[in-house]
């Protein structure tokens, strides 16, 4: 057993290097596509429309496939199967993220922009004093579901090879000949969505206090 939980507790750090990395990129990178999406220029909306469309309507484990095998098909280029999954992962969650920004800052009325002109903002001024709180308020929970749904993804890291929890799972069970480690597994993915869901409700918690 102490074998085992050590074994799943390294697994455990790998699947939470996964998870704060993706975020990291994802996060920010979300906004940018967004904003790319939003642009009334076509020679930059409709590329990245067309790339949201196809990352959104492919599956994860796919493009993670994809993404680390196909730099050495094409380009004769190779790299670690942990920074392949970092990219695929931020990719694929910072089309989403960009959704849900892109749904928020439409959200905001008009008006609010017109009056922040009449009162002499400028255009960055309008967004990140004006429109941005509100729309970190109002996309939190959507965020809080995506974030959610990415502790769990984690696990198809390990598609390309990546020793994070749900392969340690796998190989403890197939040399315990068990599926102990696999319960012990959906126990330790089940305590972090819990620490996720309860950031993310305090933090609701603070934004709705402020308000």
């Known amino acids: 057993m102490q074998k085992l939980l050590s074994a799943m507790l390294s697994g455990t750090v790998v699947s939470l290097e ?11 990178l979300g906004m940018i596509v967004a904003l790319g999406k939003m642009s009334k220029r ?20 796919l493009q993670l496939i994809f993404v680390y095998f ?12 942990f920074t392949a999954a970092i990219i695929a992962f931020a990719i694929n969650y910072a089309c989403y993220f960009a959704e849900i920004y892109r749904g928020g800052i439409e959200s905001i009325p008009k008006g609010q922009y ?18 941005l ?8 929970p959507a965020c809080g579901n995506e974030v959610i749904t990415l502790v769990k993804d984690t696990a198809l890291a390990q598609t390309i090879g990546v020793a ?11 040399r315990e000949f068990s599926t102990m480690p696999i319960f012990i597994a959906g126990v330790f993915y089940f305590v972090m969505n819990w620490l996720v869901s309860l950031v993310f409700a305090k933090l609701e918690k603070k934004l709705s206090y402020y308000s």
């Open 18 to 28: 996964v998870f704060f990395l993706t975020l990291l990129f994802a996060l920010p």
């Open 42 to 61: 076509k020679i930059i909306s409709v590329p990245v429309s067309a790339f949201m469309l196809i990352i959104r309507g492919t599956p994860l484990i």
């Open 70 to 81: 196909a730099p050495y098909y094409i380009f004769k280029l190779s790299y670690d199967r």
């Open 114 to 131: 017109e009056a922040a002109k009449i009162l002499g903002f400028t255009k960055a001024q309008t967004f990140f004093k004006i429109v």
């Open 133 to 140: 709180p509100q729309v970190v308020k109002r996309i939190l």
């Open 164 to 174: 994070e929890l749900f392969r340690a799972a796998q190989n403890a069970a197939s």
